[in-house]
């Protein structure tokens, strides 16, 4: 006789509360807002394909999804008579249409709604429209224009982001709102006007600025001038708003202006020169970045901080002075700076952040002041005229001997200089750790001597070593990290000891003439 298991109420309770909790932890609370929010998802056949929708709590229809194969698509404006007000997030993300009109009564696109429609080339908005979501023509990268209807509203943060063919876009005067990086990465855009009558945008020569013009909002990629002088009245300037413009190559920011944006004038590759006013006391992180044409710079007094990635691959970066009151120098802060042949790191400084000057390739030498507190991984890593690495003899965290740059007791090797001189090295004897890239990139040497009491050897140490021949593996070794002998192009043997256990990825990937490896 079968047994008839009673679960009490409370318990079934319990156990809805639990499911619910485990899904807003695994899927956000995104999910359980949207299950409270609409109905059941129902399924609509039209003669452009076949949609999925939700009956909103007004009565109107969401388009969730589009599930047709059809390039040119009209959605309906009515289905099972009720009327469509919404396309929804994602609703026709990633397809492969062309050409999309949606209907009269729709008011809203929601986020990311046609976000990687790459071959979307038209799109046909009707004048009820109030609002454009988050991401919701990102990476359309064949959308060429888009006529913005008289009643938007809201153009939400990143919407255009990406459509690397769109050339103008016009404001309607009722639009009240425009989110962060709304035309970020439009590659060829050249113009950005606003209709008359706009009460919070205005726009000038093309460029887009709040009413007022205080705030500078995007300079538009393809905008064909040379030199742009930025009006008086602004004192702010967004975040990415110079970002990859292709032909300017002088700015002069006004005295009004305190603040740099990060990477506000990102990837602008032909910019030689520009004018920072000596008030401003904050660059954001890679403000300058891939700036590759700029050969000076002015850095205002004020600043304390040089931020992660600032000056980032600025090939042609020769003069530089960074300013005395200076603390702390971010990662990647002149990484990539080719040309660089001279930096005096301040007194004042505590912190040189990973990679700070890696591939800093004309960098001859080096000072460590006083004050340093931190010296991150790889920060002189493929520096290849680095010749010797000074330290501050009162630096109570690091010291260097003939050149090479240790912590303090001597314990670790953080960086020989890639273009010190000399075929052989022997470690000192206190050394019990080898750092990651200690010895990347040094093409002089051919043999490197590790003493018996090396217990830690991190990953890529010796990286691109191309002309070492010998290098002796101790025992208490465990473990060969990736990449650690990677591209030494001329080891042609190597003997492990019995102590290792473990052999990284690419640990000798690219070794091209290593014939014998023994154990």
Do not use: W
């Amino acid at each position: 006789e079968k047994k008839v298991v009673k679960i009490p109420l409370y318990s079934i309770i319990m156990m809805i509360i639990i499911i619910m909790a485990i899904m807003t932890c695994v899927f956000g609370t995104k999910i359980i807002k949207s299950v409270a929010k609409y109905n059941v998802v129902k399924f609509a056949q039209t003669e452009d394909g076949n949609f999925e929708y939700e009956i909103l709590e007004d009565g109107t229809i969401e388009i969730v999804t589009y599930l047709g194969e059809n390039s040119e698509v009209i959605i309906p404006q009515t289905i099972d008579g009720k009327k469509v007000t919404s396309i929804g997030s994602y609703a026709f993300a990633f397809t492969t249409v062309k050409s999309v009109k949606i209907p009269e009564g729709v008011s809203n696109i929601g986020n990311l709604a046609f976000s990687n429609c790459g071959r979307l080339s038209n799109i046909e908005l009707p004048e009820t429209l109030c609002k454009i979501g988050e991401d919701a023509f990102y990476y359309c990268a064949s959308l060429e224009n888009v006529e913005l209807p008289e009643g938007l509203a809201t153009i939400g943060q990143q919407a255009f982001n990406y459509c690397a063919n769109l050339k103008n876009i016009k404001i309607p005067k009722t639009v009240v709102e425009i989110g962060d990086r709304a035309f970020y990465g439009c590659s060829s855009l050249q113009e950005i006007s606003v209709t008359n009558g706009n009460n919070a945008y205005t726009s000038e020569n093309g460029v887009l600025f709040n009413k007022n013009k205080t705030k500078l909002i995007c300079y538009p990629a393809q905008k064909q001038d040379k030199i742009y002088n930025i009006p008086e009245e602004v004192i702010s300037i967004n975040s990415e708003a110079f970002y990859q413009c292709e032909y300017i190559e002088k700015i002069t920011i006004p005295t009004g202006v305190l603040v740099i944006e990060p990477s506000t004038f990102e990837g602008c590759r032909k910019l030689n020169e520009i004018v920072i006013p000596e008030g401003v006391t904050s660059i954001g992180e890679g403000a300058f970045a891939d700036c590759s044409s700029l050969k000076t710079i002015n850095i205002p007094s004020n600043i304390t901080k040089i931020e992660n990635s600032t000056f980032l691959d600025c090939y042609e970066l020769e003069n530089l002075i960074i300013p005395e009151g200076v603390t702390s120098i971010g990662e990647s802060a002149f990484s990539g700076c080719f040309s660089l042949g001279n930096v005096v790191i301040p007194e004042k400084t505590t912190n040189v952040g990973a990679f700070a000057f890696s591939n800093c390739s004309g960098l001859k030498s080096i000072r460590i002041p006083e004050g340093v507190n931190n010296i991150g991984a790889c920060a002189f890593n493929m520096c290849m005229e680095l010749t010797e690495i000074e330290v501050d003899s009162k630096n109570k965290n690091y010291m260097s001997q003939e050149g090479v740059l240790f912590n303090k007791n001597k314990t670790e090797i953080l960086c020989y200089p890639a273009g010190k001189i000399g075929e052989t090295y022997n470690i000192s004897e206190e050394v019990s750790t080898i750092h990651p890239y200690a010895f990347g990139f040094c093409t002089n040497l051919k043999k490197i001597t590790i003493p018996l009491g090396v217990e830690n050897i991190g990953y890529s140490a010796f990286e691109n070593c191309e002309n070492l021949l010998s290098v002796n593996i101790p025992n208490g070794i465990t473990k060969i990290e990736s990449s650690m002998f990677s591209y030494c192009t001329n080891l042609s043997e190597i003997f492990l000891p019995e102590s290792i256990t473990q052999i990284g990825n690419y640990a000798f990937g690219g070794c091209s003439n290593l014939k014998n490896i023994e154990i």
